[in-house]
């Protein structure tokens, strides 16, 4: 399982009124070994309304006391009061253990949205960059929709690079490789530290994430990056993004945090 925080914003939980609600489990889809994706009707009369991007809070009860775990919106805002996240699952965690006994019915109970992960651009950049590991990913999964409106009323260009450790700890992979092969301006890699599979197709290539940057020719003041994931990962692509010469203003951060 995996909490996180978004740089600059994390201290709002504590600081604003929440929106709580319902959410009622419709269905578990099992991603990978560890992996889970879950589908939630919102039970709220009010609906939610966010951006793609943002996450929600599930609240936890534990030992007479409140506990929150924060989970990206891996879906797009659409019109059947759906929401999903995936959660990667962590032995004895608090929200690995109550998810894993949750049944279809049973109802959770949350808050949000929240968080400034988003595509804010008044004027869209000339390219983004979308680099995520793990359940990261799940960000850009709700972008879809909002990114194949902007290559197809803009020139701007999408880059989407996943890092994993293996082929079998893709997420979504396959709504990636449809949304690159479908628009000319738009790119995704998915890369492995770890296995490469016997015969790679194209969009599979060797090492992390941070090793494909340079190959990515940055051009300061027309790229904007977005990095979602672990904290070794982020910390190591902006480094490696200023040392490219992307100003750390066009570089938006959130990291993933391993919490019980």
């Known amino acids: 399982m995996c909490n996180f925080v978004t740089f600059k914003f994390a201290w709002f939980l504590n600081k604003m009124n929440l929106h709580k609600f319902k959410l009622i489990l419709q269905e578990k889809i099992t991603l990978t070994a560890n992996t889970q994706h879950f589908r939630f009707a919102i039970d709220d009369p009010s609906g939610l309304e966010y951006k793609p991007g943002q996450f929600i809070s599930l609240h936890i009860e534990s030992d007479g006391k409140e506990h ?23 032995p004895n965690g608090l ?42 990913i799940t960000p850009y999964r709700s972008m879809l929709p909002q990114l194949r409106h902007l290559l197809e009323t803009t020139n701007t260009k999408i880059v989407i690079l996943q890092g994993v450790r293996t082929p079998a700890d893709l997420l979504y992979s396959g709504e990636f490789v449809e949304f690159a092969a479908s628009y000319p301006n738009a790119t995704f890699k998915a890369c ?54 992307l100003d750390r203003a066009h570089i938006r951060r959130e990291k993933y945090l391993s919490s019980k």
């Not at 279809?104 to 992960?117: H, V």
């Not at 494909?212 to 020719?217: D, F, M, V, Y």
């Open 68 to 90: 929150r775990r924060n989970y990206s919106i891996a879906n797009p805002p659409q019109q059947d009061n759906l929401l999903e996240i995936a959660m990667a699952f962590l």
């Open 95 to 136: 929200a690995s253990t109550l998810l894993e006994k949750t049944q279809p019915g049973d109802k959770l109970d949350a808050s949000g949205p929240y968080g400034q992960f988003v595509l804010k651009d008044p004027v869209p950049p000339q390219r983004y960059l979308l680099i995520g590991t793990g359940t990261g």
């Open 192 to 245: 492995y530290s770890r296995e490469m599979p016997h015969e790679p197709q194209d969009f599979e290539v060797s090492g992390y994430v941070q090793d494909q940057l340079a190959g990515l020719h940055i051009q300061p003041g027309n790229d904007i990056a977005y990095l979602c994931g672990n904290p070794a990962m982020v910390d190591a692509a902006f480094q490696a993004l200023q040392e490219l010469g």
